[in-house]
């Protein structure tokens, strides 16, 4: 486009265009904020995207985990007491358990 532009004001003359530099340009303020505007715009989309494929990729691990326990009682029973052991080992803590009343049975017997 520019080279026909150019041909039309220099072919009469007999002088070719090869090449042309722009040094320095200037945008007015309005467009230097339109175009900063629709920047930022991009990349909050592009980061909703990145944020929305993550959560994607987390709730496929979750349910695989989940369809693992669920195959296992005992490895609900497992994670479950992974989980008190690392908050207890965090908040330097006691954690008490009950025991139901058939097991104090049990004891109370002896």
Known sequence: MFQQTLDVATDPWGVLVERVE??????PQNL????????E?????????????????????????ADVIAES????????LQTL????????????FPMPIDMMKAFAGR
């Open 32 to 39: 230097q904020r339109a175009m900063a505007a629709e920047a």
């Open 85 to 96: 052991s690392a908050i207890a080992a965090e908040r330097n803590s006691t954690i008490l």
């Open 22 to 27: 722009v040094k320095d340009v200037r945008l």
């Open 73 to 80: 009682p005992a490895a609900l029973q497992l994670r479950y």
């Open 41 to 65: 715009a991009h990349r909050d989309a592009k980061a909703k995207v990145i944020a929305a494929e993550g959560e994607l990729n987390a709730s496929k691990a979750l349910k695989e985990a």
